[in-house]
């Protein structure tokens, strides 16, 4: 209930949902206070263009990645690789049922290759937050050994979220003394991630993938598009995230 929950709050804060809700709330207020109403409607219309805009979106996810991948040398101090999921591609008929999705994939490509360059064991983790049939952990060691000839010595397949997949790993992994770990996850939510698993207790390596990069400006970089709205959401979900991981312990009463 509490993942639907905070999916839902998630869909009504973030773009594109919130400004169109303030543009029809202007529209709305305008047969009254005409000023305030086309005011908000404009804000409402103009922030949405803006993030639409690739120049935007990618401006605004370069700023909270990394400013480059360390040398995979740096990761060989790590005791485990823990790579977290990222969804799942449902129902895929080639494969003859759930299997690790899109995102997912990009992470296990990275895994992978320290995997063999470190020789480090590799842990996965990811539950089942949509109701799958299998866990994202279970698809993501499958991948691994079947497309990658990788294998993964720990899986953690209940968590719904990162916050989650950091404490889960930490009971998994404490037992055998493992707090130095390569964290694997998008460029884009490492610095979020980071942060948690430093919470539950482990020193983290940070190891990036899927930098969004920046393509070259064109007439088109200004124009709407589903790709720059894509980006600035990215961003707008990460940066919601990082505010609540700060505020969450206030409300907590903890330091």
Request: aromatic fraction near 8%; proline fraction near 5%.
């Amino acid at each position: 209930m509490d993942f639907w929950i905070t999916k839902l709050v998630s869909a009504l804060i973030l773009p594109p949902f919130s400004l169109l809700i303030l543009a029809a709330l202007g529209v709305v207020l305008a047969r009254l206070w005409r000023r305030l109403g086309l005011g908000l409607a404009a804000i409402g219309v103009a922030t949405l263009w803006l993030l639409c805009t690739p120049i935007v979106g990618e401006n605004l996810i370069a700023s909270i990645e990394p400013l480059g991948a360390p040398d995979i040398k740096s990761l060989k101090d790590a005791q485990a690789i823990v790579v977290l999921g990222g969804g799942t591609y449902f129902d895929a008929p080639e494969y003859g049922g759930d299997t690790a999705g899109t995102v997912t994939l990009e992470r296990l490509r990275l895994g992978a290759r320290l995997h063999r360059e470190t020789g480090l064991p590799m842990l996965v983790t990811g539950g089942m937050p949509f109701g799958n049939r299998t866990s994202e952990a279970s698809q993501m060691k499958d991948t691994l050994a079947r497309d990658f000839q990788v294998p993964v010595k720990w899986m953690e397949e209940t968590a719904g979220n990162t916050r989650e997949s950091a404490v889960l790993v930490r009971e998994i992994l404490a037992p055998g003394g493992i707090t130095r770990i390569a964290l694997v996850t998008h460029a884009s939510h490492m610095r979020r991630s980071h942060r948690v698993f430093e919470q539950a207790g482990f020193t983290v390596l940070d190891a990036p993938t899927a930098f969004s990069g920046t393509g070259p400006t064109t007439v088109l970089s200004f124009l709407p598009s589903a790709y720059g709205l894509m980006q600035s959401r990215i961003f707008c979900h990460e940066a919601l995230g990082l505010g609540w991981y700060h505020v969450r312990p206030l409300l907590q009463g903890q330091d």
